[in-house]
Each structure stands twice: as C-alpha cells, then as structure tokens.
C-alpha cells in the first residue's frame, strides 16, 4: 500500500466525492447545525470521530464475522448498531466535558446515528473492497469533507446574517442557494481523482 493511494483516498473522500455537497448524504444536519461556526466545527468533530472508527469497526465486523459466516446481508443492520454505539459514546462525553456544546447541537448530535453519510461510508467502503487501513483513511477523509462544508456554509451563514437580504430570500431559500454554489464550486475537486 502506497502513501499516494492513502493521500489519494483522502484527497477523493474529502474534496471530489464531498459526501454533502457531491454524494448529498447528512443533509438534515448539514442545513440544521450550520448556523454558527463553533458549533458546526464541533458537530464536525464528533463526525470525523463517529466515522472514523465506525470505519475501523464496520471493517472488522465484516471481514472477520460477516463475510466469513455467510451473514453479508446483516451488513447494514450491524453497521448501524456499531454508529449507535459510537454516537452514544460522543454523547456522553460531550455531556460530561461540555454541557454548552451538548446543548447546542441539540437533537443534532443523536442525529449522527441516522446520519445516512456515517452508514454510506461504512457500506461503500466494504463495497469499495477496501483494506482496514484503506477504511479508517476513507472514513477520516469523509469526516473531514463534511466538516469542511458545514464549517464554510456556517462562515457563509454568518456573513449572511449582517447583509440586508430581501425577505422572500431570506433563510432556508438562500441557505439552499449557498449550498448548489459550494457544490458547484467542489465539482472543479472531480478533476483531482
């Protein structure tokens, strides 16, 4: 295995298959915690957390008990319950270290269990036939690309807020239209792979 090949999985999960802005999984979090810098910088954190060992977990699980045994078909019930337990984890940390945080993500943070992006990367990178190493580094990667999204829509939505913006515009409808242009912007990332 090559350091080019994990740089590239990296580069790919990160910036040209962005899993908001190119792949359109965890939207529901992505528009709902993106208000604030801070808190989608921390939302993003526990993401990058959340998906990355769900990666290494999801891996192992199926490599050394479900594809051996027959149970692939379990995948997807098996991977959920692994992102469930992470989640719960994050929680809990998050509700002991930093009550202010935990407040302020909200219902998004339990959110990250049905996060279809944390369970999209677990499956693709089984379908993908990636390696542990190759997992964990995917999953980093798509933690990252998702952090780097809601982090520069909140800077957006921030400057957003001083402007004088016309009512029939105002909120979800330019938030939407903020969002089409980063995905536009992160399809020039598709000449990258």
């Not at 992505?30 to 990666?55: D, E, H, Q, Y």
């Not at 798509?142 to 909140?154: F, M, Q, S």
């Not at 402007?163 to 515009?169: E, L, Q, R, Y």
């Amino acid at each position: 295995m090559e350091k080019t090949s994990l740089f590239m999985i990296i580069i790919t999960a990160a910036l040209v298959n962005n899993v908001v802005l190119s792949q359109f999984l965890g939207i529901c979090s992505f528009l709902g915690v993106s208000n604030k810098i801070k808190t989608s910088a921390s939302l993003g954190g526990a993401v990058i957390f959340v998906i990355t060992i769900a990666s290494a977990v999801a891996n192992l699980l199926y490599t050394f008990i479900l594809k051996p045994f027959g149970l692939d078909y379990l995948q997807t019930i098996v991977f959920i319950i692994v992102i469930a337990a992470l989640v719960q984890v994050v929680e809990m940390f998050l509700k002991k270290t930093s009550p202010a945080l935990y407040t302020a993500l909200g219902i998004y943070l339990p959110l990250i269990t049905t996060n279809c992006a944390v369970l999209g990367v677990a499956l693709n990178n089984v379908s993908d036939g990636y390696n542990f190493i190759e997992s964990i580094i995917s999953g980093f990667g798509t933690g990252v690309g998702y952090t780097i999204a809601i982090v520069l829509l909140a800077g957006i939505r921030e400057k957003m807020e001083a402007n004088d913006i016309p009512a029939p515009i105002k909120g979800a409808p330019l938030v939407l239209f903020a969002a089409t242009l980063m995905g536009m912007a992160f399809f020039g990332f598709s000449t990258l792979s």
